[in-house]
């Protein structure tokens, strides 16, 4: 298989969801970081909009969440022949939820535990900007910011290989033209500031969008399990049916 053809699931390449259930503790702890990365997002503005939770709250839930998910193993239980990891992971927060409603004595902030150092502040600036945003149903909220939270993660991934590989400028060129909101830049502008020709600013920018595709559903294949769900989360990311 060619590195960046995408038409099956790399079952070589690490997989976080699988990982969860890795004898190697120090394997597990990889896979449960690369899940928290993705997940605590759209977990934590879940609960802000759908369930309509306090800050303050909200941030307690989530790290009773996933510290009780990482000391059960209770994510280990997910079958991908039932549904997408996301929606397992969605449908285990929203117990979680109903159960400390009904025993919130049991909630507390700090104590023993060492939480996760999650951005909440960061979150709420976004959730602020949804708000303002056309109009949203408060059940999709979840799907939405994994969806947000995927390619967050594949822009960071990119930015580092363009470093690594002393490709700045190709990075340039793609934020500017590919993920600036409003963009009115046309090729020769960029040419102009980046003492180019066109043609090499239309070189680096397919250099670039290829790999950020790839970038891209490197990261779905680490954040699925089977080939599968891998070709469902491509179509809901990027829109595409694999062939």
Known sequence: MLPDDPSHFPTTRFSAINGLRDSDPDRRRVSWDAVISVYW???????????????????????????????????????????????FLRTCLDRSVMKAQTASERIKRGGEYEHTSLDFASAE???????????????????????????VLAIHKFRLLCETEEKQIHFQLFEAYDLADNNSLSYADMAAQHALNEATVTNYLAWARRQFRQTVLDTIAELTSNEQEYREEVMAVLGIKLA
């Open 41 to 87: 997002r759209p977990a934590y503005k879940h609960l802000r909009i759908r369930w309509n939770v306090s800050p303050e709250h909200a941030q307690d839930l989530i790290q009773s969440f996933f510290l009780a998910a990482f000391e059960k193993q209770y994510l280990t239980d997910y079958d991908p022949s039932k549904a997408r990891f996301r929606t």
């Open 125 to 151: 600036r976004e959730i602020a900007t949804i708000a303002a945003g056309p109009q949203y149903q408060p059940d999709q909220i979840f799907d939405r910011e994994w969806v947000r939270s995927i390619l």
